[in-house]
């Protein structure tokens, strides 16, 4: 992980939007949705494949990410922080992940790699899930987190934007982004699965 380390920067940041938040009445758990509707549309985005959707989706997708900061700040201000507000905000970002996953699939028509792409994201998710359960520890090691995930899939949607055709041999760059997520997430799944054997 690599942009996770400046999370504090990004908290310091977090309190005019915050305080918003909470003058309108939201709860941490309306930002929540709304944070999974912003990666919905961007998915939708995605899937129509044309410039200005890419950069739509793009912009919809670091939404998606900066909500997912301000729902915990939220909670924590308004002092509600609850399990089933952090239950709610993970699944949420499962269904968000598989969602713009998705919408990039769609839009280059990359069924194969689309699969191999959100099953190495959820295999990730799931194995620092599970070795916390069987009392290790939460894993949150790995080349890529969410927080680089969700940079990624921005960037991408500007660069397909300006830059439709392939790139390298016949693969755009939102195939070597699907590419990217099913190789790494398939590595750090593994890499979870082997360093908590080791621990067991």
């Known amino acids: 992980m690599t942009l996770d380390q400046f999370r504090s920067v ?24 709304l944070a999974f509707v912003a990666a919905v549309l961007a998915a939708v985005a995605f899937a129509v494949a044309e410039p200005a959707f890419y950069i739509g989706g793009a912009l919809l997708v670091l939404l ?20 089933g507000g952090d239950l709610l905000d993970h699944v949420l970002d499962r269904y968000a992940d598989i969602a713009v996953i998705a919408g990039f699939t769609v839009g280059i028509g990359a069924y194969a790699l ?13 194995l620092g899930t599970q070795i916390q359960a069987v009392g290790i520890g939460r894993a949150y090691g790995g080349l890529l987190g969410r927080a680089d995930r969700l940079a990624l899939m921005g960037i991408v949607g500007v660069v397909a934007a300006a830059y ?3 790139l390298v041999a016949e693969f755009g760059v939102v195939a070597l982004l699907l590419v990217l997520f099913a190789v790494i997430g398939h590595l750090t799944a593994l890499q979870r699965f082997l360093g908590a054997w080791r621990d067991l």
């Open 64 to 83: 998606n990410g900066w909500l997912d900061l301000v729902d915990g700040a939220l909670a924590r201000e308004q002092n509600v922080a609850s399990d």
């Open 10 to 33: 990004a908290d310091r940041l977090l309190g005019p939007w915050v305080s918003a938040a909470d003058r309108l009445g939201l709860s941490p758990d309306q930002v929540s949705v």
């Open 164 to 166: 439709p055709d392939p």
């Open 114 to 126: 689309g699969f191999l792409a959100v099953t190495g994201v959820l295999m990730t998710s799931y």
